[in-house]
């Protein structure tokens, strides 16, 4: 059961981590690629490209970042209010 769970947990997680791509790369292609008679990259779309990726990592992580002092803040808390916090194991 714990098994069918954690492979759940995976799949739904994969799926996200490919929705998340699928939107980052169509809005890229959207908004830096101009010319598509060429099959090379020009500079300028690479360094758009490029820009955006980072930006976009940039924030993904300072968001995960968030979520878990959300999250360690919300344990604490709970962890407090119920009489568990700093007791001795």
Same mark, same amino acid.
């Given at each position: 059961?714990?098994?069918?769970? @954690? =492979?759940? +947990?995976?799949?739904? %997680?994969?799926?996200e981590f490919l929705g998340t791509y699928?939107? &980052?790369? =169509? *809005?890229?292609? &959207?908004?830096?690629?101009?010319? &598509?008679? *060429?099959t090379e990259v020009k500079p300028e779309e690479m360094a758009c490209s +490029?820009?955006? &990726? %980072?930006?976009? @990592?940039?924030?993904?992580? !300072?968001?995960?970042? !968030?979520? %878990? =002092?959300?999250?360690? %803040?919300?344990?604490?808390? @709970? /962890? /407090?209010? /119920?009489? @568990?916090?700093?007791?001795?194991?």
């Amino acid at each position: 059961m714990a098994g069918q769970i @954690l =492979e759940s +947990d995976q799949i739904k %997680q994969f799926k996200e981590f490919l929705g998340t791509y699928n939107k &980052l790369t =169509e *809005s890229c292609f &959207l908004n830096f690629i101009n010319d &598509l008679t *060429s099959t090379e990259v020009k500079p300028e779309e690479m360094a758009c490209s +490029d820009h955006c &990726l %980072q930006k976009y @990592l940039k924030m993904a992580q !300072r968001i995960s970042m !968030r979520f %878990q =002092e959300y999250y360690t %803040q919300q344990n604490k808390a @709970l /962890a /407090a209010k /119920a009489g @568990l916090f700093g007791q001795p194991c």
